[in-house]
C-alpha cells in the first residue's frame, strides 16, 4: 500500500494533509447550511429521491439557480429519516484537477462523513496521479458493501476540463455497482459519459429550467422573507426574474428595505441592483474582453445567431464564444439551429451596462439587428430593431415592400404591430408610412383618418407599372377596398379590386403566395361590400374565393369573416341547411385558430339564430343572439347591428311580446348605420320585421302602411306586404302581389314556405279551401326537411282550423301538428301521437334517420356521412329500437308520428 506522509490513520493526534503537504480544509467536506428562508420544491425532491436509486444524479444550471442548496436541504433531510444510504459530501476546489488531490479528498469525505474505508484501500501518494490499483481497490469495496455510500461533488465545473478525474470517476462509478449513487452540481457538464447513462436509463438529470421557480415558489419564498405579495406580483416577478433563484432572493432582500414591496418586486431598475452587482461581478466579469464585448451587443437582441453576433461586434468569433457560455451554463441556452438566447433578467442588466460603457451604441446596434434580420427574411423580428433605432422610413418600407399590411389588419401579430408603429413619429412621411398609417386608422375603424392617409400615401406613388412600385400599389389598393366596404360602395371596391390586380401582376409569381391574408382581406372586403349592394352572386362567388384564398392562421379571421357572409347570403335566399353549414364552419374556423369572441364577426351565430327562430327553438336562438352580441362586430358592422335588432325582434314576437319588439325596430331604424350608400335589401329587411311586429300585434292596417310609399325589392319583400294584405282582408290584393314574384330558380325552400302559406291563406280567406290545403300540402312539404315552423305558426288561426278538420293530414305531419297545438292551445286530432314517447335520438341518429326518409341505401348515408358502413349499421339498430319498428318504413312512419321528421 502507498500512503501519503503525515496521512491520519486513525491516530487523533496526527493532522490530515493531502498529498501535496496541505492541510485538509474541512470546510470543504461540510454540507452547506441551508437558511431557514429556504423554499424547499418537492417535485425537485422527488427528483433526487429518484437518483438515489440511479447510478448518476446531475444538478446542472447557472450561478445561482438554488443547485447547492437543493441538494444540500435533500441530504439534510434524509439523514433526519430513512435516507439512500451514508452520505459524503465534497465541495471542489481547482486545485482538485491534480488527480492525486482530488482523490485524496474524496478519500476524506467518505472518512469525515462516517464511511469507515478499510486501510488497505489506502491513499494517493503523489499530488498529480493516483495508483489505478487503489481506484481498483475503492471500487471493488463499495460493490461490496450492504447499504450504498451517496458521493456529492459540489462545483464539479471547478475541474470540468480534466479528462484523468472524469475518466477515473467514470471507472470507480462503474464497477462499483450499487455501492455508489454519485450526486454532481456543476454549471456545465461533467466529461462523463452521459450519453451511455441517458440511453440504459441510469441518468437523473436536473437542468435549468427545472431549477427555475415557479409562480407559487416565488410567493413561498417572498413569505419566507416576511413579505406580502399577491399571486399576480409573483407571477411578474418570476416572469421577469425567469425563475432564477438568487435573483428572486436579492429582489426579495432589497425589497424589505423597500416603503412598497410589492410595487418594488414589480418594478424594481434591474440594472442598479444587488443583482445586477451579482451578475456582472460573477458571470461578466470572468469571461475574457471579447466574450464580454459580445455579451454586451447581443444583449440587444431577444435571441441571436453566430452570424447576427458577427455583424453586431464586427468580428468572427461568435460561434466558438455562444457554444463555451453556453456549455458553461452562464446564462446562454441554445434554442434551436444555432440560435441563442440570453437570460431575460441578465440581457437587462448587460443593456443597461452596454449604455454606460458605450454611450450612444445601441441605436446603432439595433439598425445593424434590423438590416441583418431583414436579409435573412425575418421581417418580424427586424422591425423592432428599426423601430428601437429610430429608423422609420426603413419599419415602413419593408413593411409596405414585403407586402405585410394586411397583418395590421388581421393575425395574431395585428395588436403587436399595431403598438409597435403607433411610436412612429409624426414627421416621417413618404407613402409607406402612410399607408402604415391608413392601415392602422381603417383597423381602428376610424374612417375618415384612415382615408386622409390614404389619398396622401396615392399622391406620392411611384409613377410606372415597374416592379419597384408594386408592393406600394397593392397595399394601397387592398386598404382603398377596405375604405370602400366600410362606405358601403360596392362600385369603389371593385374599382379598387382591379387596381389590386394589375399590381399583383407586375409582382414576381412568388411574392403574393407569401402573404395570403392580403388577398383573403382584400376578397373578403370586395365581398361584403357587395353584399351591401345587394349584389348577392357576385358576392357569393366573391367570398368563396376568399374562402380558397385563405389558408394559413394569418388568415383565420378573413376566413371566418367570409364564411359567415356565405351563410347570410344562403340564409337571406331561403336555404336554410346550407346557412347553416355554412355558419357551423365559420364558428370551427374561429374555434380553431383561437379567435377571441370580441374579435369574430358574429354573423355566423345570427344566421343560427335565425334557423334557430324558424324552426321555433328559442332558447338555442336567444342564446346564439348572446353570443353575437358580445362580439365588437355588434356595434360597428352596419348588417351585424342591423340583423340583430330584427332578429331580437322577432324572438320578441315569437314570445308574445310585439310592443318590445317594435320598440327595438324603431331603436334601429331611426340610427344612422354608417357613413355610407344605403342598401335596399337592408331597408327591406327592416321593413318586413316591422309589418310582421304589426301583425303579431293584431294591427295588420299598421303592418299594411309600411309597404306605403316605398319600392319593395326582394320576393320576401313582396311575401310580407302580401301577408299584411291578407291579414287587413285584402285576399284579391294579397294574390295580385304574388303574382308579381319573379321566377323561382334562386329562391330557397324557406321563402318558398312563406310563400305557398300566404297563397293559401289568400285563397281561403277567398273561399276555396280545396285549393288552400293543396297549397298547405306543398308547404308542408318544403318545410319538413329543415323542420320550418315559424311560418306555420305565425300564419294565423285558420290553419289551426283546416288541420282539425284534416285528421291525417295532422297525423302525417305530427312535427308540427304537436307545436301547433302547444303554442295555440288547438285540440290536437285522435291518435296524432301513439303511444309514449321514444326514448331521444342522438344528433348522428337523427341525421341518419333523415336520410332514411330519403330512401337514400347504407351506403349512400355512410358517403354522405362521411361514416363507415358499419356504423351507420349500428345508428340503423339503434334507431329502429328506440322507435320500436321493425325495418326502415315503419321507422320512418313512426319517427312522422312522433314529429322526428
Known amino acids: 500500500m502507498s500512503y501519503s506522509v503525515g496521512e491520519d490513520h486513525g491516530d487523533p493526534g496526527m493532522k490530515a494533509v493531502t498529498p501535496d503537504g496541505d492541510p485538509v ?26 437518483g438515489a436509486l440511479s447510478p448518476l444524479t446531475l444538478v446542472n444550471g447557472p450561478a445561482g439557480a438554488g443547485k447547492t442548496l437543493l441538494v444540500a436541504d435533500w441530504i439534510t433531510a434524509c439523514e433526519r429519516g430513512d435516507g439512500p444510504g451514508d452520505v459524503a459530501w465534497l465541495t471542489v476546489e481547482p486545485e482538485d484537477s491534480a488527480p492525486g488531490v482530488f482523490w485524496a479528498y474524496v478519500l476524506h469525505a467518505f472518512r469525515h462523513h462516517g464511511v469507515a474505508l478499510p486501510e488497505y484501500i489506502g491513499s494517493p501518494a503523489h499530488p498529480g496521479e493516483v495508483d489505478h490499483s487503489l481506484l481498483a481497490r475503492l471500487a471493488a469495496w463499495l460493490n461490496g458493501r450492504e447499504s450504498r455510500v451517496v458521493l456529492v461533488l459540489d462545483e464539479f465545473d471547478r475541474v470540468a476540463g480534466c479528462t484523468e478525474v472524469a475518466d477515473e470517476l467514470q471507472f470507480v462509478l462503474r464497477h462499483a455497482g450499487a455501492g455508489l449513487r454519485l450526486v454532481i452540481i456543476s454549471r456545465t457538464e461533467p466529461l462523463l459519459p452521459l ?16 431549477l427555475a421557480f415557479r409562480a407559487e415558489e416565488t410567493a413561498a419564498l417572498v413569505d419566507r422573507h416576511g413579505l406580502p405579495l399577491s399571486a399576480e406580483g409573483a407571477r411578474l416577478l418570476t416572469e421577469r426574474t425567469g425563475g432564477w433563484a438568487a435573483g428572486l432572493r436579492l429582489c426579495t432582500l432589497a425589497a424589505q428595505r423597500a416603503r412598497d414591496p410589492e410595487s418594488f418586486l414589480k418594478d424594481f431598475e434591474a440594472g442598479h441592483s444587488t443583482v445586477a452587482d451579482y451578475l456582472l461581478g460573477e458571470v461578466l466579469r470572468v469571461h475574457p474582453a471579447e466574450t464580454q464585448d459580445l455579451l454586451l451587443r447581443t444583449s440587444i437582441l431577444e435571441e441571436t445567431h453566430p452570424d447576427l453576433a458577427n455583424a453586431l461586434t464586427g468580428r468572427d468569433d461568435a460561434e466558438p464564444i455562444l457554444e463555451e457560455l453556453q456549455r458553461a451554463n452562464a446564462f446562454v441556452e441554445p434554442v434551436g439551429h444555432s440560435w441563442y438566447r440570453l437570460h431575460p433578467l441578465f440581457a437587462e442588466i448587460l443593456r443597461v451596462h452596454l449604455g454606460v460603457r458605450h454611450p450612444g451604441l445601441e441605436p446603432e446596434l439595433h439598425r445593424t439587428a434590423a438590416k441583418w434580420l431583414i436579409g435573412a427574411g425575418l421581417l418580424d423580428e427586424a422591425l423592432p430593431h428599426a423601430a428601437d433605432a429610430g429608423d422609420w422610413e426603413l419599419a415602413a418600407a419593408e413593411f409596405i415592400d414585403r407586402l405585410a399590411i394586411g397583418r395590421l389588419l388581421t393575425g395574431l401579430a395585428a395588436e403587436r404591430l399595431d403598438g409597435l408603429f403607433a411610436r412612429m413619429a409624426p414627421e416621417v412621411s413618404g407613402p409607406a408610412p402612410d399607408l402604415v398609417r391608413a392601415a392602422r386608422e381603417l383597423a381602428h375603424h376610424d374612417v375618415d383618418r384612415g382615408v386622409t392617409y390614404l389619398r396622401r400615401a396615392e399622391e406620392n406613388l411611384p409613377d410606372g407599372d415597374s416592379g419597384d412600385g408594386a408592393a406600394v400599389r397593392l397595399s394601397c389598393a387592398v386598404l382603398r377596398v377596405l375604405a370602400a366596404r366600410v362606405a358601403g360602395s360596392a362600385d369603389l371596391a371593385e374599382t379598387a379590386a382591379r387596381a389590386a390586380a394589375e399590381a399583383e401582376r407586375a409582382l414576381p409569381a412568388d411574392q403574393l403566395g407569401q402573404s395570403p391574408e392580403l388577398t383573403a382581406l382584400m376578397l373578403t372586403d370586395l365581398g361584403s361590400a357587395q353584399l351591401w349592394a345587394g349584389r348577392f352572386e357576385a358576392a357569393r362567388s366573391t367570398l368563396s374565393d376568399a374562402v380558397r384564398a385563405a389558408e394559413g392562421p394569418a388568415t383565420a379571421l378573413p376566413r371566418h369573416e367570409a364564411l359567415s357572409r356565405l351563410a347570410l347570403i344562403d340564409f337571406l335566399h331561403g336555404r336554410p341547411g346550407r346557412a347553416e353549414a355554412h355558419a357551423r364552419d365559420a364558428i370551427a374556423e374561429a374555434e380553431h385558430s383561437g379567435l377571441p369572441v370580441s374579435d369574430r ?12 327562430i324558424d324552426r321555433d327553438d328559442l332558447e338555442a336562438a336567444q342564446g346564439h343572439l348572446d353570443q353575437t352580441a358580445a362580439t365588437s362586430a355588434a356595434s360597428r358592422d352596419p348588417i351585424v347591428a342591423v340583423e340583430l335588432a330584427i332578429l331580437r325582434s322577432r324572438l320578441l314576437c315569437a ?24 342598401s335596399a335589401w337592408v331597408s327591406d329587411r327592416i321593413a318586413m320585421a316591422t309589418a310582421a311586429a304589426h301583425l303579431a300585434d293584431g294591427d295588420p292596417k299598421a303592418a299594411v302602411r309600411v309597404f306605403e310609399d316605398r319600392p319593395v325589392h326582394g320576393p320576401e319583400s313582396l311575401v310580407a306586404e302580401a301577408r299584411a294584405w291578407v291579414a ?7 294574390l295580385r302581389i304574388l303574382d308579381r314574384l319573379p321566377d323561382h330558380h334562386n329562391r330557397g325552400p324557406a321563402i ?6 300566404t297563397r293559401a291563406q289568400a285563397v281561403d280567406a277567398l273561399g276555396d279551401s280545396a285549393a ?9 312539404a318544403a318545410a319538413r326537411p329543415h323542420h320550418l315552423r315559424r311560418p306555420f305558426l305565425e300564419a294565423g288561426p285558420w290553419l289551426g282550423r283546416l288541420l282539425l278538420h284534416r285528421p291525417a293530414l295532422a297525423r302525417e305531419h305530427a312535427w308540427l301538428t304537436g307545436t301547433l297545438a302547444r303554442k295555440t292551445g288547438a285540440a290536437q286530432p285522435r291518435n296524432a301521437h301513439p303511444g309514449p314517447r321514444p326514448e331521444p335520438l342522438s344528433a348522428r341518429e337523427q341525421d341518419v334517420l333523415e336520410r332514411l326518409a330519403q330512401l337514400m341505401s347504407t351506403d349512400e348515408i355512410a358517403a354522405d356521412l362521411h361514416l363507415s358502413v358499419n356504423t351507420v349499421k349500428t345508428h340503423l339498430k339503434s334507431i329502429y329500437r ?9 321507422a320512418v312512419r313512426r319517427a312522422r308520428e312522433f314529429g322526428l321528421l
Open 25 to 50: 480544509l474541512a470546510a470543504r467536506l461540510a454540507v452547506p447550511t441551508v437558511p431557514g428562508t429556504f423554499v424547499r420544491r418537492q417535485r425537485l425532491v422527488e427528483q433526487l429521491a429518484e
Open 195 to 210: 450519453h451511455r447513462y441517458r440511453a440504459a436509463g441510469e441518468l437523473v438529470d436536473i437542468r435549468a429550467d427545472d
Open 601 to 612: 364577426t358574429g354573423m355566423a351565430q345570427l344566421v343560427l339564430a335565425a334557423v334557430a
Open 655 to 678: 314570445r308574445g311580446n310585439s310592443r318590445s319588439a317594435l320598440l327595438a325596430l324603431d331603436d334601429i331604424a331611426g340610427q344612422p348605420l354608417v357613413p355610407a350608400e344605403p
Open 728 to 734: 287587413a282582408g285584402g285576399g284579391e290584393q294579397a
Open 752 to 757: 318558398d314556405v312563406w310563400v305557398l302559406l
Open 772 to 780: 288552400a290545403e293543396g297549397l298547405l300540402l306543398r308547404a308542408l
Open 882 to 890: 328506440k322507435l320500436d319498428a321493425a325495418r326502415r318504413g315503419e
